[in-house]
């Protein structure tokens, strides 16, 4: 059974800095990502990496935010730093395999000005 959990949300300055994980369990993955989902917002993309070590990130986090992987664990870490109040959301990771795409639960990041 294919499982998603996240983990490290929490509330903070804005300035500051968090970090977030995502173990994944129960297949082979190959992409994994973060998305998020600000009240009254559409969910959107923040940042994926392919089980290569590729990273996309979106334009609203790049140079702030880091995505990393490790494969042997099937985990991902979303290092955010320089937050804004506007990275409010709760942040969901996903994980793609051959059997389709898994959410996990989420994981609330709240930035206070």
């Known amino acids: 059974q294919v499982q998603v959990v996240e983990s490290g949300g929490g509330l903070v300055q804005a300035g500051g800095s968090l970090r977030l994980s995502c173990a994944a369990s129960g297949s082979i993955f190959s992409t994994m990502g973060w998305y998020r989902q600000a009240p009254g917002n559409q969910r959107e993309l923040v940042a994926t990496?392919?089980?290569?070590?590729?990273?996309y990130y979106a334009d609203s986090v790049k140079g702030r935010f880091g995505i990393s992987r490790d494969n042997a664990k099937n985990t991902i870490y979303l290092q955010m730093s320089s937050l804004k109040p506007e990275d409010t959301a709760v942040y969901y990771c996903?994980?793609?395999?051959?059997?389709?795409?898994?959410w996990g639960q989420g994981t609330q990041v709240t930035v206070s000005s």
């Open positions: 996903r994980a793609d395999s051959s059997t389709g795409r898994r």
């Open positions: 990496i392919t089980s290569g070590g590729f990273r």
